[in-house]
C-alpha cells in the first residue's frame, strides 16, 4: 500500500504493529524503529484534535496546526523503516503461534509479536445547533490548549456534564467574563456558592443554539430567546475510549470501563499495550507522545527478554543440554 507519507509495505509481520496515528502511536513507532524493530502503523488519518487549527502546550509545537505535527512525524518514522499503512483495524485476535493477529478492514491481516493500541477516544457532543459546526475552532474542552486564545473576552461555559461546574471555575483563572448556563444539569447549592465566590455570572435556562456570523461564534441563544454575547464557548463531552480493536482479548478494565495499564502501557494481557487518550481522556498531544514513548521502551526490553530465553535454549539446545540445565560451574 502506498500513498502520501506511506512507505510501501512487503511482508505481512512485525516485532510491533501500532494502531493509531497520533501523536502517541507515531512517538512509540519512532522509538521501536530507532531500536532496529519492525514495525508498521495502521492510520485511519483521523486524529482527534483534526477540528482544530492550532496544538498548543506541546514544547516547539506551541501554535502549530495538528497534521503539520503528524506529517514531520510519518516522515520521521518513514526515515528509520517504519511503515505506515493507511486504514482501520477490525480486530486484534491471539494467534496460534504466538503473538497476534492485526485484521484490517477488508480482509487483509498482519502478524505482530506485540501491538501497541493508540487510537484516542471519541468526543460525543451535545445535540446543541452549532456545537458540532465550530468544534475545534471556537468551540473547545480543554482551557490548557484553548483558553489563553479567549483570554479576558466573554466565555460561556454549557452545563452538560457532571465535570461542566469545575470547567467554569478553572477557566475563570483565563477570563474575568466567565458564564455559566446550567442547560441540563441544574447546580447545587455548593456549586452555585462556589460560582458566586469565584466571579462567575450564572444565567439560567437551556441552550437552543449557537449563534455564528461570518463563520465565527458571536453568541449563545437561550431558549426563551435571550442572547449572550461570547467569543468562545467551552464543554465538556462524554469521552468514550475507541478499544474496541482489544474486545475479546481479555484486557483488565476499571469500574468506568478503561482500559487498565500500568505506567509503561502494558495491559492486563502480555503483548498488548495501550496509550494516549484511549487510557487517559485528560493526555494532551504531548502527554501522549511521551506515553507512546515510554511504553516503547518498556516493550523493547521485553522483547530483548524474549529473545535471549530464545537464544540461550538454542545455545543450550546445540551443547547438547537441557534447555533447564543450570549453568555448569566453570
Known amino acids: 500500500m502506498t500513498g502520501a507519507n506511506n512507505t510501501t509495505h512487503d511482508r505481512t509481520?512485525?516485532?510491533?504493529?501500532?494502531?493509531?496515528?497520533?501523536?502517541?502511536?507515531?512517538?512509540?513507532?519512532?522509538?521501536?524503529?530507532?531500536?532496529?524493530?519492525?514495525?508498521?502503523?495502521?492510520?485511519s488519518g483521523e486524529p482527534r484534535n483534526a477540528p482544530s487549527a492550532h496544538m498548543h502546550s506541546f514544547l516547539s509545537r506551541d501554535g502549530v496546526p495538528p497534521l503539520t505535527v503528524l506529517e514531520a512525524g510519518r516522515a520521521e518514522i518513514a526515515r528509520y523503516g517504519?511503515?505506515?499503512?493507511?486504514?482501520?483495524?477490525?480486530?486484534?485476535?491471539?494467534?496460534?503461534?504466538?503473538?497476534?493477529l492485526v485484521r484490517l478492514e477488508g480482509g487483509?491481516?498482519?502478524?505482530?509479536?506485540?501491538?501497541?493500541?493508540?487510537t484516542g477516544l471519541r468526543d460525543e457532543l451535545p445535540e446543541i445547533p452549532g456545537v458540532?459546526?465550530?468544534?475545534?475552532?471556537?468551540?473547545?474542552?480543554?482551557?490548557?490548549?484553548?483558553?489563553?486564545?479567549?483570554?479576558?473576552?466573554?466565555i460561556v461555559v454549557l452545563g452538560v456534564h457532571p465535570a461542566s461546574p469545575g470547567q467554569a471555575l478553572l477557566l475563570r483563572q483565563w477570563s474575568p467574563h466567565?458564564?455559566?448556563?446550567?442547560?441540563?444539569?441544574?447546580?447545587?447549592?455548593?456549586?452555585?456558592?462556589?460560582?458566586?465566590?469565584?466571579?462567575?455570572?450564572?444565567?439560567?435556562?437551556?441552550?437552543?443554539?449557537?449563534?455564528s456570523k461570518d463563520g465565527r461564534l458571536h453568541a449563545v441563544e437561550l431558549a426563551d430567546g435571550a442572547t449572550i454575547d461570547c467569543a468562545g464557548v467551552f464543554l465538556f463531552p462524554r469521552m468514550t475510549p475507541n478499544d474496541g480493536a482489544f474486545d475479546g482479548l481479555g484486557c483488565a478494565k476499571d469500574e468506568q470501563g478503561w482500559l487498565v495499564t500500568d505506567r509503561a502501557g502494558r495491559t492486563s494481557r502480555p503483548g498488548l499495550w495501550a496509550v494516549g487518550n484511549v487510557v487517559d481522556s485528560r493526555a494532551q498531544?504531548?502527554?501522549?507522545?511521551?506515553?507512546?514513548a515510554a511504553a516503547a521502551f518498556a516493550l523493547n526490553?521485553?522483547?530483548?527478554?524474549?529473545?535471549?530465553?530464545?537464544?540461550?535454549?538454542?545455545?543450550?539446545a546445540a551443547a547438547g543440554r537441557s534447555p533447564e540445565a543450570p549453568v555448569p560451574a566453570s
Not at 468544534?135 to 479567549?150: A, K
Not at 498531544?285 to 507512546?292: I, K, L, Y
Open 285 to 292: 498531544a504531548v502527554t501522549a507522545a511521551g506515553m507512546g
Open 178 to 211: 466567565v458564564v455559566y448556563v446550567p442547560h441540563s444539569r441544574p447546580l447545587t447549592d455548593e456549586e452555585r456558592e462556589r460560582m458566586d465566590a469565584r466571579g462567575v455570572e450564572v444565567v439560567e435556562g437551556p441552550v437552543s443554539t449557537l449563534l
Open 301 to 316: 526490553h521485553d522483547l530483548v527478554d524474549e529473545e535471549i530465553e530464545r537464544d540461550l535454549a538454542a545455545h543450550r
Open 13 to 43: 509481520s512485525y516485532d510491533v504493529i501500532v494502531i493509531g496515528g497520533g501523536a502517541g502511536g507515531l512517538n512509540a513507532a519512532l522509538v521501536l524503529a530507532r531500536a532496529r524493530r519492525t514495525v508498521a502503523v495502521v492510520d
Open 108 to 118: 487483509a491481516s498482519l502478524g505482530a509479536r506485540h501491538v501497541v493500541l493508540a
Open 82 to 100: 517504519a511503515v505506515r499503512i493507511e486504514g482501520r483495524v477490525d480486530q486484534v485476535e491471539a494467534a496460534e503461534t504466538g503473538g497476534y
Open 132 to 154: 458540532r459546526a465550530m468544534w475545534g475552532e471556537d468551540v473547545h474542552f480543554c482551557p490548557y490548549c484553548h483558553g489563553y486564545e479567549v483570554r479576558d473576552r466573554p
